[in-house]
């Protein structure tokens, strides 16, 4: 029962007091006099400098009634608050907006749920209020503070508990609300109140996602079940929250999620975190998406020495990321994504090195197998990470890319590139340089180029050349792979898969376009490169079937891609000295190995006969291939690279019609325009140290010939160097023989160079230009004779 007083005394009582004690009736189940109320109302709009007063009194008469359990007459008080709160919009209004978040205090710090959600209730309706002008001093720290608190309800009763934990989650929704739309909106993204808001959302969004894991995926929601479930509720809360996040308050919403993530062991299994990303990703605004990924990175960072299996979940939440950050603005974080990626890539075959040397027992050898396989799982996440990552960015930014990755190649001997190996050892070098040159297919793949010096510039090809020659045939697949991604512009490489003979190329409708003046330029200074890596991997010792399948590949791919008629000379003459290394056998392959080239020499002249369409060349090689079949099948690939293939003792007794003759394809080929003088000089490949870094033994240790041309010579500086002053100095030059070797050997090297990716027309003038002064120079020394 309310408190009575005496008709007197009420008579002295200030107005605005009485008109509030009318509003409450005696029996509270009558509920709020609205009468009285209507009265109470206009009274506080025609004088709302009485407004402060009137709350003050409320909440004084709703503190008692809390503190008495009047359970009735606080609701009416709340109500009456929530009229006036609704009707009132003048300049004092804020004097009892702060009575009012005082007894709403008040009810959210009872024992009550009912009355928690009713203050709650009040709550949401004063912040959907917009006020006239802010509010410079009133800040929402103990809201935050509670309605988080809520959101972690453990109530006994399920009922009870969800629905404390939904008021909480509107109850954050409204202070997001509130303080996004004020002035002073910063604050509530300050550190302290985000470490509680993010966690307490995140923590009602993984109940479902545990409850999910079990049913099934849900139904789709309804509007009710959005208000009714607080896992969808706090999702929408949190995808608010993020859409208003700024560019200054950004990380400040993002970190919390990572501390949650942590301390609940929610990477491994991810599926809860990927969730969380995709949720992140989507609502924020599309250039800030960078911001995201800075974050993982540095999480990634922070988490270095973790299990492998929370390493791979924060790598492919960062998957997830870049997967939708791609589709948009992904700022300046390209570089920084895959130079921290790599050195991840790096840590883990490290670690993954590490365990394999420190086995000892059978037991850790067990607890070594399953690290490794964790590690390999990190090594594969990030591989596709970076090859998903390189696939989406534009072909300026993946040529970068393409150029970042390649310089961090280990190559033995070398000291290009710019990974740590230092701790890795033979076998961990091996395996960086197996995971990087994946993570280059990766980004390589799809990537189409208008001509080939944009896809095969210099400083890319010969780095990326250079582990083609090593003693690993894993790591020369993985470069042709990389080499067939920047070849094919036209998507012919499927057609070419596996080894074979082909009856009729046609069949095969492969696209083609001229050859333009760029990609001829390019064959006539880097041709000799390619062709010496394809001579050299055919007659490695270690290839698989795989191996010849790629090498075949690359013969096919530059025939229809970058050969005009003197290309398609040089690979005729590259198959025809295969065929004659597999017969003579200086470097001792075996015997299946010198069958394999002979079928792959088949297979690419049989393609590249029915390529150029010369008739006689074409009857040639197939009347061969007819032979084979018929008398040495074990020279196609067809029977070679199958299962349990019967081999020749030898080679040398194998009658001449069974190989292809160079006489026989000049012939052919001059009767149809062909110039084939060039046809009847053997192919040798060309000298450079690269056997020295690829630990290979060199093919010609010396060079016996030396020509006097070097690049931009001129006759003129021989009269400079004979004239030359005698000093001290050059007798020092003279006497220190070990200084003049060195030069000598870059003399020859530059020389070699010179022939061998210089064009013809070049070398030819400048023959010319040295023969036209030792002319004119004799002439002189006759004429000074005679005289």
Not at 59 to 75: F, Q
């Amino acid at each position: 029962m309310p408190t009575r007083v005496c008709c007197c005394c009420s008579a002295l009582r200030p107005r605005y007091k009485r008109l509030v004690d009318n509003i409450f009736p005696e029996d509270p189940k009558d509920g709020l006099v609205k009468a009285d109320m209507e009265k109470l109302t206009f009274y506080a709009v025609s004088a709302p400098e009485k407004l402060d007063r009137i709350g003050s009194y409320l909440a004084e008469r709703l503190s008692r009634d809390v503190v008495r359990h009047r359970s009735g007459y606080v609701l009416i008080a709340m109500e009456a608050l929530d009229q006036l709160l609704m009707a009132c919009h003048s300049q004092s209004i804020k004097p009892f907006v702060e009575s009012f978040l005082h007894m709403v205090a008040k009810l959210l710090e009872s024992g009550e749920p009912k009355l928690q959600v009713l203050g709650t209730n009040s709550f949401v309706k004063f912040a959907n209020i917009e006020e006239d002008t802010p509010s410079y001093h009133r800040r929402y720290d103990f809201f935050v503070s509670r309605f988080s608190a809520m959101c972690h309800s453990c109530d006994s009763d399920p009922e009870t508990r969800t629905e404390i934990r939904i008021a909480g989650i509107r109850g954050i929704q409204g202070v997001v609300r509130k303080t996004v739309n004020d002035e002073l909106r910063a604050t509530i993204w300050e550190p302290q109140h985000m470490d509680k808001i993010v966690p307490s959302l995140l923590f009602n969004m993984q109940k479902i996602e545990e409850v999910d894991s079990r049913i099934g995926p849900p139904p789709s929601p309804s509007a009710a079940d959005k208000e009714e479930n607080p896992a969808m509720l706090a999702e929408n809360c949190f995808r608010e929250l993020l859409g208003r996040a700024t560019f200054g308050n950004m990380n400040n919403a993002v970190r919390p999620v990572f501390a949650h993530l942590d301390h609940h062991r929610l990477w491994d299994p991810n599926e809860f975190a990927v969730h969380c990303f995709k949720v992140i990703m989507y609502s924020i605004q599309a250039q800030y998406s960078h911001h995201v990924i800075q974050e993982i990175l540095g999480h990634l960072d922070a988490r270095k020495k973790d299990s492998p299996r929370v390493r791979a979940g924060i790598i492919q939440v960062l998957l997830e990321a870049v997967a939708i950050a791609a589709k948009g603005s992904i700022g300046p974080t390209v570089l920084e994504v895959f130079n921290t990626l790599l050195k991840h890539l790096r840590l883990s075959v490290e670690f993954e090195a590490c365990d394999l040397q420190g086995e000892s027992v059978s037991s850790a050898n067990l607890n070594t197998s399953s690290k490794d396989s964790d590690e390999k799982i990190v090594q594969n996440a990030i591989i596709q990470t970076i090859g998903f990552f390189g696939s989406n960015l534009p072909d300026y930014q993946r040529s970068e890319i393409m150029m970042f990755i390649m310089g961090k190649v280990p190559v033995f001997g070398t000291s290009t590139h710019t990974l740590d190996i230092s701790q890795l050892g033979d076998l961990g070098t091996r395996r960086i340089q197996i995971m990087l040159l994946r993570s280059l297919l990766m980004v390589t793949s799809g990537y189409k180029a208008k001509t080939i010096v944009t896809a095969l510039p210099g400083s890319f090809l010969d780095p990326l050349l250079s582990p083609s020659l090593m003693e690993d045939y894993e790591l020369r697949q993985l470069v042709l792979e990389v080499m067939h991604n920047l070849m094919d512009r036209h998507d012919n490489r499927a057609k070419l898969r596996g080894i074979r003979i082909i009856p009729d190329v046609a069949d095969l409708k492969i696209k083609r376009e001229k050859i333009c003046r760029q990609d001829t330029s390019f064959m006539k200074k880097n041709g000799q490169q390619l062709y010496r890596h394809i001579y050299l991997g055919c007659k490695e010792e270690d290839n698989v079937q795989k191996n010849y399948e790629l090498l075949y590949t690359s013969l096919a791919l530059i025939t229809i891609e970058l050969a005009n008629e003197e290309v398609v000379i040089d690979l005729i003459r590259l198959a025809i000295a295969l065929q004659d290394s597999a017969i003579i056998n200086e470097d001792n392959l075996s015997m299946f190995h010198r069958c394999g080239i002979m079928a792959l020499v088949a297979a690419y002249l049989n393609f590249v006969s029915q390529m150029i369409a010369v008739p006689a060349f074409c009857q040639h090689v197939s009347k061969v291939i007819e032979i084979r079949t018929m008398e040495a099948p074990y020279f196609l690939p067809e029977h070679i690279f199958r299962d349990k293939c019967m081999l020749p003792k030898s080679l040398e007794k194998h009658d001449k019609n069974l190989y292809f003759l160079t006489n026989k394809i000049a012939e052919s080929l001059g009767g149809s325009g062909y110039s084939v003088e060039r046809l009847s000089v053997p192919y040798v490949p060309q000298v450079t140290d690269e056997d020295r870094l690829s630990r290979r033994k060199s093919i010609v240790d010396t060079v016996s010939i030396q020509v006097d041309i070097l690049p931009n010579s001129n006759p003129s500086d021989d009269m400079v160097s004979n004239t030359e002053e005698i000093t001290f100095e050059a007798l020092k030059k003279a006497i220190d023989t070990s200084g003049m070797e060195e030069q000598e050997k870059e003399k020859r090297r530059l020389v070699i160079e010179r022939f061998q990716k210089a064009p013809f027309e070049e070398i030819a003038a400048q023959c010319e230009s040295k023969a036209n002064f030792l002319h004119d120079r004799l002439a002189q020394i006759l004429e000074l004779t005679i005289r």
